[in-house]
């Protein structure tokens, strides 16, 4: 059975701070995608990870993909406000049926 | 057109009920999906159609039963439900390669049971 865990699972911090969340696995996954969620809305999709060791930037937001490709992490940089949110990782299902399986989530939470 | 369109928005219904939920995307995806979220918890699969089939069915119980009339629309049809299903429910769309490509969500439907 395929698993992400991802830590922390909360996080609270202050308006400026760095910030950094993991997604581990035991297995390999072909890609590994980070979303975000709003509160009552649906998770927007960030980035695709596919190659080991990919760096990718979105503005302050840098994301990795191990050497192996069993684990990424997401960093934050001078974290504000507008990036609270609930951040899932997520990862193709070996089978290829389309299913994704997900981290547990990291709720963010960035204190003015 | 990028979107996932999920109606309605809100819905709160009594257990002796019936009633639908409707999805709806442009993009051109084969492949859509049905997840319900708890609060601060991450989707979880119920179904997934590919190219209008049911491929997945995560053992979800009999009284939620999808529904794709065609490749641009999904329903997901409730009888009988309990307050425990109370939960966002996501419907989202993809290329057949989401494991590279990613899920287009839609913003939910936040169902009450009373």
């Known amino acids: 059975t395929q698993l992400l865990e991802q830590s922390p699972q909360f996080l609270s911090i202050q308006e400026g701070e760095n910030l950094t969340v993991y997604c581990n696995s035991s297995s390999v996954f072909s890609s590994l995608q980070w979303y975000r969620q709003e509160p009552g809305e649906g998770p927007v999709l960030l980035v695709t990870v596919v190659t080991g060791g990919e760096v990718k930037k979105l503005k302050r937001l840098t994301f990795q993909f191990g050497d192996a490709r069993k684990d990424s992490s997401l960093h934050i940089t001078a974290a504000q406000p507008g990036d609270t949110g609930l951040y899932l990782c997520a990862g193709g299902s070996s089978s290829n049926t389309g299913k994704l399986i997900f981290g547990q989530g990291t709720t963010l939470q960035v204190k003015p | 057109d990028t979107e996932v369109t999920q109606t309605p928005k809100h819905l709160v219904m009594g257990m002796t009920n019936k009633k639908s939920l409707k999805c709806e995307q442009h993009m051109g995806h084969r492949a859509m999906y049905w997840y319900k979220q708890k609060a601060k918890k991450p989707p979880e699969l119920m179904f997934v159609?590919?190219?209008?089939?049911?491929?997945i069915n995560e053992s979800v119980p009999s009284r939620f039963s999808p529904e794709c009339p065609n490749s641009s629309l999904l329903n997901l049809h409730l009888h009988a439900l309990q307050p425990e299903d109370s939960a966002l429910y996501l419907c989202?769309?993809?290329?057949?390669?989401?494991?590279?490509?990613?899920?287009?969500f839609g913003s939910g439907t936040r169902l009450t049971v009373v």
């Open positions: 989202a769309s993809s290329s057949t390669g989401a494991r590279d490509y990613g899920y287009t």
């Open positions: 159609y590919s190219y209008e089939k049911l491929s």
